[in-house]
Protein backbone atom coordinates (compact mmCIF):
# COMPACT_ATOMS: atom_id res chain seq x y z
CA UNK A 1 0.00 0.00 0.00
CA UNK A 2 1.36 3.50 -1.15
CA UNK A 3 2.00 5.53 2.11
CA UNK A 4 -0.27 8.83 2.23
CA UNK A 5 0.19 11.52 4.89
CA UNK A 6 -2.35 14.44 6.22
CA UNK A 7 -1.38 16.74 8.75
CA UNK A 8 -4.71 17.62 10.71
CA UNK A 9 -4.87 20.48 12.61
CA UNK A 10 -5.80 20.54 16.18
CA UNK A 11 -5.12 23.27 18.99
CA UNK A 12 -2.71 26.47 17.63
CA UNK A 13 0.69 25.07 17.05
CA UNK A 14 -0.34 21.52 17.47
CA UNK A 15 -1.78 19.08 14.75
CA UNK A 16 -1.29 15.11 13.85
CA UNK A 17 0.41 13.71 11.03
CA UNK A 18 -1.55 10.43 10.09
CA UNK A 19 0.31 8.57 8.05
CA UNK A 20 -1.85 6.10 5.82
CA UNK A 21 -0.22 2.63 4.41
CA UNK A 22 2.94 2.71 7.27
CA UNK A 23 3.69 -0.18 9.81
CA UNK A 24 3.43 0.74 12.97
CA UNK A 25 7.12 -1.03 13.75
CA UNK A 26 8.81 -0.09 17.20
CA UNK A 27 12.51 1.07 16.95
CA UNK A 28 14.19 4.26 16.30
CA UNK A 29 12.20 6.47 13.82
CA UNK A 30 12.55 10.23 12.28
CA UNK A 31 10.99 12.07 9.76
CA UNK A 32 11.82 15.51 7.47
CA UNK A 33 9.64 18.17 6.04
CA UNK A 34 10.11 19.98 2.37
CA UNK A 35 8.31 22.22 0.76
CA UNK A 36 8.34 23.21 -3.52
CA UNK A 37 9.62 26.37 -3.25
CA UNK A 38 13.20 27.06 -3.11
CA UNK A 39 15.71 28.33 -2.47
CA UNK A 40 15.20 26.81 1.12
CA UNK A 41 13.11 23.77 0.85
CA UNK A 42 13.82 21.66 3.66
CA UNK A 43 12.55 22.20 7.04
CA UNK A 44 15.37 22.55 9.52
CA UNK A 45 15.51 23.32 12.97
CA UNK A 46 13.73 26.06 15.44
CA UNK A 47 11.30 26.64 12.26
CA UNK A 48 13.53 27.68 9.52
CA UNK A 49 13.63 26.25 6.06
CA UNK A 50 16.97 25.46 4.54
CA UNK A 51 19.00 24.90 1.83
CA UNK A 52 20.65 21.13 2.59
CA UNK A 53 18.43 17.85 3.67
CA UNK A 54 20.74 17.46 6.45
CA UNK A 55 17.72 17.55 9.20
CA UNK A 56 15.35 15.35 10.58
CA UNK A 57 12.74 15.22 13.30
CA UNK A 58 13.29 12.80 15.86
CA UNK A 59 9.59 10.61 16.49
CA UNK A 60 9.53 9.44 20.28
CA UNK A 61 7.25 6.26 21.40
CA UNK A 62 5.17 8.55 22.93
CA UNK A 63 4.17 10.68 20.09
CA UNK A 64 3.29 7.91 18.27
CA UNK A 65 -0.56 6.51 18.11
CA UNK A 66 -1.19 2.97 16.43
CA UNK A 67 -4.25 3.46 13.51
CA UNK A 68 -5.95 0.87 11.45
CA UNK A 69 -3.97 1.13 8.46
CA UNK A 70 -0.79 3.69 9.80
CA UNK A 71 0.45 5.15 12.25
CA UNK A 72 -0.71 9.11 14.14
CA UNK A 73 1.92 11.12 14.75
CA UNK A 74 1.45 14.26 17.45
CA UNK A 75 3.56 17.39 16.16
CA UNK A 76 3.69 20.32 17.81
CA UNK A 77 4.43 24.50 16.66
CA UNK A 78 8.15 23.27 15.53
CA UNK A 79 6.53 21.89 12.48
CA UNK A 80 3.04 23.54 12.47
CA UNK A 81 4.00 27.01 12.55
CA UNK A 82 6.49 27.05 9.61
CA UNK A 83 3.68 24.84 7.23
CA UNK A 84 1.01 27.20 8.44
CA UNK A 85 2.67 30.06 7.47
CA UNK A 86 3.82 28.98 3.92
CA UNK A 87 0.62 27.34 3.56
CA UNK A 88 -1.24 29.52 1.06
CA UNK A 89 2.28 29.48 -1.25
CA UNK A 90 3.74 25.96 -1.33
CA UNK A 91 3.15 21.94 -1.23
CA UNK A 92 4.40 19.93 1.32
CA UNK A 93 6.40 16.45 1.20
CA UNK A 94 6.69 14.42 4.27
CA UNK A 95 9.89 11.14 4.48
CA UNK A 96 9.38 9.31 6.75
CA UNK A 97 12.64 6.64 8.00
CA UNK A 98 11.31 3.58 9.69
CA UNK A 99 14.08 0.68 10.87
CA UNK A 100 12.06 -1.55 7.47
CA UNK A 101 12.92 2.05 5.26
CA UNK A 102 12.23 5.27 3.74
CA UNK A 103 9.06 6.52 2.46
CA UNK A 104 7.59 9.98 1.47
CA UNK A 105 4.55 11.31 0.20
CA UNK A 106 2.84 14.61 -0.53
CA UNK A 107 0.93 15.85 2.72
CA UNK A 108 -2.98 16.68 2.16
CA UNK A 109 -3.93 19.61 4.53
CA UNK A 110 -7.93 19.27 4.91
CA UNK A 111 -9.57 22.07 4.98
CA UNK A 112 -11.56 21.33 8.33
CA UNK A 113 -10.22 21.98 10.86
CA UNK A 114 -7.73 24.68 9.82
CA UNK A 115 -4.01 24.47 10.31
CA UNK A 116 -3.19 27.55 12.82
CA UNK A 117 0.16 28.53 13.66
CA UNK A 118 0.86 29.16 17.77
CA UNK A 119 0.60 32.73 17.32
CA UNK A 120 -3.21 32.40 15.91
CA UNK A 121 -6.32 34.60 17.42
CA UNK A 122 -7.46 32.87 21.06
CA UNK A 123 -3.73 31.09 21.17
CA UNK A 124 -2.18 31.37 25.02
CA UNK A 125 -0.14 34.36 24.96
CA UNK A 126 2.88 35.03 26.95
CA UNK A 127 1.89 37.54 30.30
CA UNK A 128 3.46 40.83 30.35
CA UNK A 129 5.77 41.31 33.74
CA UNK A 130 3.46 42.46 36.71
CA UNK A 131 4.05 46.25 37.56
CA UNK A 132 5.62 47.50 41.13
CA UNK A 133 2.70 48.29 43.17
CA UNK A 134 2.32 51.93 43.36
CA UNK A 135 3.04 53.59 46.92
CA UNK A 136 0.29 54.06 49.44
CA UNK A 137 -0.66 58.29 48.48
CA UNK A 138 0.22 60.27 51.04
CA UNK A 139 -2.01 60.68 54.21
CA UNK A 140 -4.90 63.65 53.35
CA UNK A 141 -4.51 66.33 56.01
CA UNK A 142 -7.19 66.86 58.17
CA UNK A 143 -9.33 69.82 57.02
CA UNK A 144 -9.50 73.16 59.23
CA UNK A 145 -12.15 73.55 61.45
CA UNK A 146 -14.64 76.24 59.70
CA UNK A 147 -15.04 79.25 60.72
CA UNK A 148 -17.90 80.38 63.67
CA UNK A 149 -20.63 82.00 62.54
CA UNK A 150 -21.44 85.51 63.97
CA UNK A 151 -24.06 85.63 66.13
CA UNK A 152 -26.89 87.97 65.15
CA UNK A 153 -28.00 90.67 67.51
CA UNK A 154 -30.65 93.18 66.75
CA UNK A 155 -29.88 96.40 66.54
CA UNK A 156 -31.35 98.60 69.28
CA UNK A 157 -31.10 101.62 67.47
CA UNK A 158 -33.70 100.47 64.48
CA UNK A 159 -36.80 99.10 65.08
CA UNK A 160 -37.93 96.46 61.99
CA UNK A 161 -39.02 98.07 58.99
CA UNK A 162 -42.82 96.69 58.09
CA UNK A 163 -43.73 95.96 54.67
CA UNK A 164 -47.44 97.03 53.59
CA UNK A 165 -49.72 94.51 53.22
CA UNK A 166 -50.55 95.72 49.46
CA UNK A 167 -46.90 95.15 48.15
CA UNK A 168 -47.43 91.12 49.24
CA UNK A 169 -50.64 90.57 47.38
CA UNK A 170 -49.03 92.17 44.37
CA UNK A 171 -46.39 89.96 44.27
CA UNK A 172 -48.86 86.89 45.34
CA UNK A 173 -50.21 87.76 41.79
CA UNK A 174 -47.36 88.13 39.86
CA UNK A 175 -46.62 84.73 41.21
CA UNK A 176 -49.72 83.13 40.33
CA UNK A 177 -49.49 84.84 36.78
CA UNK A 178 -46.50 82.83 35.99
CA UNK A 179 -47.44 79.85 37.21
CA UNK A 180 -50.61 79.75 34.92
CA UNK A 181 -48.12 81.11 31.97
CA UNK A 182 -46.04 78.16 32.30
CA UNK A 183 -49.26 75.85 32.83
CA UNK A 184 -50.67 76.85 29.21
CA UNK A 185 -46.81 76.75 27.51
CA UNK A 186 -46.13 73.07 28.69
CA UNK A 187 -50.04 72.33 27.62
CA UNK A 188 -49.04 74.00 24.11
CA UNK A 189 -45.86 72.38 23.98
CA UNK A 190 -46.38 68.81 25.44
CA UNK A 191 -47.63 67.21 22.16
CA UNK A 192 -44.52 68.48 19.84
CA UNK A 193 -42.14 67.27 22.72
CA UNK A 194 -43.50 63.99 23.35
CA UNK A 195 -44.50 63.07 19.75
CA UNK A 196 -40.99 64.06 18.50
CA UNK A 197 -39.96 62.01 21.23
CA UNK A 198 -41.56 58.98 20.06
CA UNK A 199 -40.72 58.97 16.63
CA UNK A 200 -36.78 59.83 16.83
CA UNK A 201 -36.11 55.98 16.53
CA UNK A 202 -33.87 54.08 18.78
CA UNK A 203 -30.20 53.32 16.91
CA UNK A 204 -30.01 49.40 16.64
CA UNK A 205 -26.63 48.83 18.29
CA UNK A 206 -23.91 47.35 15.65
CA UNK A 207 -22.88 43.63 14.98
CA UNK A 208 -19.50 43.23 15.57
CA UNK A 209 -17.83 42.28 12.18
CA UNK A 210 -16.06 38.67 11.60
CA UNK A 211 -12.24 38.64 10.96
CA UNK A 212 -11.96 36.64 7.52
CA UNK A 213 -10.90 34.09 9.18
CA UNK A 214 -13.71 33.89 11.86
CA UNK A 215 -15.88 34.01 8.33
CA UNK A 216 -14.54 30.70 6.67
CA UNK A 217 -14.41 28.98 9.78
CA UNK A 218 -18.14 29.78 10.73
CA UNK A 219 -19.11 28.54 6.87
CA UNK A 220 -17.14 25.30 7.71
CA UNK A 221 -18.48 24.63 10.56
CA UNK A 222 -22.21 23.81 8.69
CA UNK A 223 -20.42 21.04 7.15
CA UNK A 224 -21.22 22.02 3.25
CA UNK A 225 -20.54 19.75 1.34
CA UNK A 226 -18.72 19.90 -2.45
CA UNK A 227 -20.95 21.73 -4.50
CA UNK A 228 -21.41 23.99 -1.37
CA UNK A 229 -17.92 24.59 -1.53
CA UNK A 230 -16.78 24.92 -5.03
CA UNK A 231 -19.81 27.96 -5.10
CA UNK A 232 -18.29 29.78 -1.95
CA UNK A 233 -15.37 29.58 -4.13
CA UNK A 234 -16.08 30.84 -7.06
CA UNK A 235 -17.81 33.74 -5.24
CA UNK A 236 -15.11 34.74 -3.68
CA UNK A 237 -12.76 34.33 -5.91
CA UNK A 238 -14.81 36.58 -8.39
CA UNK A 239 -15.05 39.13 -5.50
CA UNK A 240 -10.83 39.03 -5.63
CA UNK A 241 -11.16 37.37 -1.68
CA UNK A 242 -8.67 35.44 -2.23
CA UNK A 243 -7.85 34.13 1.23
CA UNK A 244 -11.12 32.86 0.96
CA UNK A 245 -10.68 31.06 -2.68
CA UNK A 246 -7.81 29.69 -1.73
CA UNK A 247 -9.15 28.12 2.22
CA UNK A 248 -11.88 26.41 -0.54
CA UNK A 249 -10.03 25.10 -3.69
CA UNK A 250 -6.63 24.05 -2.21
CA UNK A 251 -8.74 21.01 -0.71
CA UNK A 252 -11.07 20.81 -3.28
CA UNK A 253 -7.49 20.79 -5.42
CA UNK A 254 -6.16 18.10 -3.39
CA UNK A 255 -9.20 16.22 -3.94
CA UNK A 256 -8.70 15.89 -7.72
CA UNK A 257 -11.10 19.00 -8.64
CA UNK A 258 -9.68 19.88 -11.96
CA UNK A 259 -11.78 23.36 -11.52
CA UNK A 260 -10.00 24.01 -8.07
CA UNK A 261 -6.91 23.02 -9.29
CA UNK A 262 -6.84 25.56 -12.56
CA UNK A 263 -8.19 27.99 -9.94
CA UNK A 264 -5.15 27.46 -7.40
CA UNK A 265 -2.55 27.74 -10.46
CA UNK A 266 -4.15 30.77 -11.66
CA UNK A 267 -3.20 32.19 -7.95
CA UNK A 268 0.87 31.62 -8.55
CA UNK A 269 0.94 31.95 -12.51
CA UNK A 270 3.42 34.82 -13.23
CA UNK A 271 1.83 35.16 -17.19
CA UNK A 272 -1.80 35.74 -16.18
CA UNK A 273 -2.38 35.72 -12.64
CA UNK A 274 -5.81 35.98 -10.97
CA UNK A 275 -6.87 39.45 -9.57
CA UNK A 276 -3.52 40.53 -10.88
CA UNK A 277 -4.63 43.61 -8.43
CA UNK A 278 -4.85 42.35 -5.52
CA UNK A 279 -2.30 39.08 -5.68
CA UNK A 280 -2.34 35.98 -4.25
CA UNK A 281 -2.14 35.51 -0.39
CA UNK A 282 0.98 35.52 1.77
CA UNK A 283 3.49 35.19 -1.23
CA UNK A 284 4.55 36.25 -4.58
CA UNK A 285 4.00 34.60 -7.83
CA UNK A 286 5.81 31.29 -8.45
CA UNK A 287 6.42 29.28 -11.49
CA UNK A 288 6.97 26.29 -9.68
CA UNK A 289 3.94 26.27 -7.69
CA UNK A 290 1.15 27.28 -10.38
CA UNK A 291 3.31 24.19 -12.59
CA UNK A 292 2.26 21.81 -9.40
CA UNK A 293 -1.63 22.93 -9.89
CA UNK A 294 -1.89 23.00 -13.30
CA UNK A 295 -0.50 19.78 -13.44
CA UNK A 296 -3.29 18.07 -11.06
CA UNK A 297 -5.37 20.08 -13.60
CA UNK A 298 -4.14 18.47 -16.92
CA UNK A 299 -4.68 14.98 -14.96
CA UNK A 300 -8.32 16.34 -14.40
CA UNK A 301 -8.47 16.61 -18.27
CA UNK A 302 -8.18 20.66 -18.05
CA UNK A 303 -7.63 21.77 -21.21
CA UNK A 304 -7.75 25.30 -20.39
CA UNK A 305 -4.82 24.06 -17.93
CA UNK A 306 -2.61 22.43 -20.58
CA UNK A 307 -2.75 25.95 -21.88
CA UNK A 308 -1.86 28.29 -19.45
CA UNK A 309 0.68 25.99 -17.84
CA UNK A 310 1.60 25.60 -22.14
CA UNK A 311 1.90 29.42 -22.10
CA UNK A 312 3.52 30.09 -18.88
CA UNK A 313 6.44 27.49 -19.78
CA UNK A 314 7.01 28.95 -23.29
CA UNK A 315 7.10 32.39 -22.01
CA UNK A 316 11.26 32.90 -20.85
CA UNK A 317 11.99 31.94 -24.32
CA UNK A 318 13.57 29.50 -26.59
CA UNK A 319 16.27 28.51 -25.08
CA UNK A 320 14.91 27.83 -21.82
CA UNK A 321 14.64 23.96 -21.08
CA UNK A 322 10.99 23.50 -20.62
CA UNK A 323 10.10 25.73 -24.05
CA UNK A 324 9.31 22.38 -26.05
CA UNK A 325 7.77 21.05 -22.93
CA UNK A 326 5.23 24.23 -23.47
CA UNK A 327 5.19 24.09 -27.49
CA UNK A 328 3.77 20.36 -26.82
CA UNK A 329 1.17 21.46 -24.04
CA UNK A 330 -0.19 24.25 -26.43
CA UNK A 331 -0.07 21.59 -29.76
CA UNK A 332 -2.45 19.27 -27.11
CA UNK A 333 -4.88 22.06 -25.86
CA UNK A 334 -5.41 23.37 -29.42
CA UNK A 335 -6.19 19.88 -31.20
CA UNK A 336 -8.83 19.95 -28.42
CA UNK A 337 -10.56 23.23 -29.24
CA UNK A 338 -8.83 25.45 -27.51
CA UNK A 339 -8.80 28.46 -29.55
CA UNK A 340 -6.48 30.71 -27.48
CA UNK A 341 -3.95 28.23 -27.37
CA UNK A 342 -3.78 27.81 -31.23
CA UNK A 343 -3.68 31.79 -31.43
CA UNK A 344 -0.80 31.25 -29.75
CA UNK A 345 0.79 28.57 -30.96
CA UNK A 346 0.65 30.55 -34.66
CA UNK A 347 1.74 33.61 -32.35
CA UNK A 348 5.00 32.08 -31.41
CA UNK A 349 5.26 31.07 -35.10
CA UNK A 350 7.33 27.89 -36.60
Known amino acids: MA ?7 QDPGRAQLRLHGLAAEAGSLRLQIRRNQGPDTYLGGEGRWQ ?18 DGLDIAVGPEIVDPIAAALAGNAFQVTIETPAGVASATIIIPQQPIL ?5 AGAPQRRAAEPEPAPPP ?22 PI ?44 AAPAQSELEQIKTFLAANPNAPERLAKARETLAACQLNWASVLYRDLGQAGD ?37 RKAIDGKSVEA ?22 DLLKQAAQQGDADAAAKLKELGP
Do not use: H
Request: with cysteine; glycine share 8%.
Open 3 to 9: LRAELIG
Open 51 to 68: SSPDFWFPVSASSRTPTA
Open 116 to 120: LASGA
Open 138 to 159: PPTPEPAPPPSRPTLTADPDRA
Open 162 to 205: ERSSGSRFGLIVVILILVLALAVAGWFFRDKLLGATEEAPQPAP
Open 258 to 294: AEAALAMGRFYDPVDPVCPEVGAPNRTVSSDTAAFWY
Open 306 to 327: MRRLGAMLVAPGKDTPKYQEGI
